[in-house]
């Protein structure tokens, strides 16, 4: 079946820093990437569609200027999270449908926790 | 807006037991639903994916059943083992302008005790 990974898959930063993440499909090409937040005991929520070669899509509330979405190829995405703080610690993870079909494969997902 | 509920929010049962899972959606112009297994600190697990033309797709002991009209879903788990234990959520894509986004569910927490 198609695997997505991400790196790192957890990261301690202190607040102020930038942490990156990247999101891999590793056996397929995928034109669009997710971008999901998922919060203790919440379900996941969509933050951003990363498209190849174009901006990202954001949705509402999510500040486009301090998560920066980059899908600078076929196989990988990638989230900055700029000037972190502590509100921004939970669980990102990232999925990705194989290009030309609908089904969506996630990622592990990647712990951030700013200090 | 779509939203989507899961009840019940936990759920413990013995091992061999029988149990649903329910899924609901407001908005009946969905692409496709799909359930999903998360364990603890992990990713997500695909389960089972229903088209918005179908009724309902098996694999081993799950069944998913998807009645569009009425905006409802059940994941239906037969012979339950502890393994089971995990959180299951279930997401349905939109349509139209909001092709391909998924929206989740809060999840049901499951825990199969031996």
């Known amino acids: 079946g198609a695997v997505v990974s991400q790196h790192p898959s957890w990261v301690i930063c202190k607040s102020g820093t930038s942490v990156k993440i990247e999101c891999r499909s590793l056996?397929?090409?995928?034109?669009?990437m997710f971008w999901y937040r998922q919060f203790p005991k919440q379900s996941l929520m969509l933050m951003a569609t990363?498209?190849?070669?174009?901006?990202?899509?954001?949705e509402q509330g999510v500040e486009k200027d301090k998560f920066l979405i980059n899908h600078a190829s076929l196989t990988l995405s990638t989230l900055t999270v700029t000037s972190a703080h502590p509100e921004d610690s939970s669980f990102y993870i990232c999925s990705a449908p194989p290009s030309g079909t609908y089904e969506q494969y996630f990622g592990p997902g990647t712990r951030l926790t700013v200090t | 807006k779509q939203e989507v509920t899961q009840i019940p929010a936990a759920l413990s049962v013995p091992e061999g037991e029988n149990l649903v899972l329910n899924c609901s959606f407001t908005d009946s112009a969905i692409y496709n639903l799909q359930w999903f297994r998360q364990d603890p600190g992990k990713g997500l697990t695909s389960l089972l994916l229903i088209q918005s033309s179908q009724r309902e797709q098996t694999s081993g002991r799950l069944n998913a059943s998807l009645d569009k009209s009425s905006g409802r879903s059940t994941l239906y788990i037969a012979a339950s083992q502890p393994g089971d234990s995990a959180t299951y959520l279930c997401?349905?894509?939109?349509?139209?302008?909001?092709?391909?986004?998924?929206?989740f569910g809060q999840g049901t927490i499951l825990t199969v005790h031996p």
């Open positions: 990363s498209n190849e070669g174009s901006k990202a899509t954001y």
């Open positions: 056996d397929f090409q995928a034109t669009t």
């Open positions: 997401a349905v894509r939109g349509g139209g302008t909001s092709y391909g986004k998924l929206t």
